[in-house]
């Protein structure tokens, strides 16, 4: 597709169940972010992706998060044991670098993830 | 403290005037700066980077930036009802992207 691309858009789960959230980067895209946003805060960074390493996960907020990228394209993020306090909107944007000269990030439209 | 600091707002700017945003950054070694445009209910979008100290101008749009100071600033000439939105400041290091939390901009006709 022409733009990242987010599944599912909103998910509404009960507290306790494992959750996945996948992305679809633009294509040719070396570097995958995600993030989440809470309703009035900026985007919280939780981990980035160069290819199909993690170059940077010092976001994920505990053990109960994963996230994979297997072929260097498409990434998928992981929740288990899901809190209340998971949700918020999960972004993903993909960059063309992501190296030092950075350029833009490309966001998807993000999933918005509720726990009852 | 945080990484990135900027108001929350909401800058209330009549409509034809300028809006100035202001952020500050903590981490001396960061490379790349941004300024982000984020509508209600969706995803932000860029709208101005720069990477070397002074101004860099984009049609309304001016940033500033001043690494001794840490600080990174936005310029909005001729604001426009449809610049209603928050803006956030980003800043990278070694490709990882920090935001702040955004300042909610509101332009009155």
Redesign the interface.
């Given at each position: 597709g022409a733009g990242v691309s987010q599944t599912p858009s909103n998910k509404v789960t009960e507290k306790g169940k494992y959750v996945e959230l996948r992305c679809d980067p633009i294509s040719g895209h070396t570097?995958l972010?995600w993030?989440r946003q809470s309703l009035?805060?900026?985007?919280?960074?939780l981990i980035?992706f160069?290819g199909t390493g993690a170059?940077?996960d010092?976001g994920l907020p505990n053990d109960r998060f994963f996230a994979v990228r297997p072929e260097g394209s498409v990434s998928t993020l992981k929740i288990q044991r899901t809190e209340r306090g998971d949700s918020a909107v999960y972004?993903c944007a993909s960059?063309q670098?992501?190296?030092?000269?950075?350029?833009?990030?490309f966001?998807?439209?993000?999933s918005r993830l509720t726990v009852l | 403290q945080k990484e990135?600091e900027?108001n929350?707002g909401p800058l209330s700017v009549p409509e034809g005037a300028i809006a100035s945003l202001n952020c500050t950054y903590s981490d001396r070694v960061s490379?790349?700066f941004?300024w982000?445009r984020q509508y209600s209910g969706?995803?932000?979008?860029?709208i101005m980077?720069i990477?070397s100290n002074g101004d860099k101008e984009d049609g309304r749009f001016t940033a500033q930036l001043n690494k001794a100071s840490q600080y990174v600033s936005l310029l909005i000439r001729d604001s426009q009802p449809s610049d209603s939105a928050t803006y956030?400041c980003?800043v990278?290091r070694?490709?990882?992207?920090?935001?702040?939390?955004?300042t909610q901009v509101v332009v009155t006709p």
């Open positions: 570097a972010y993030y009035g805060q900026g985007p919280e960074f980035y160069q170059a940077d010092s972004l960059s670098t992501g190296t030092v000269n950075t350029g833009e990030l966001f998807g439209e993000g | 990135v900027q929350s490379q790349s941004f982000y969706k995803s932000p979008e860029l980077s990477y956030l980003a990278s070694w490709g990882k992207f920090q935001f702040g939390a955004g």
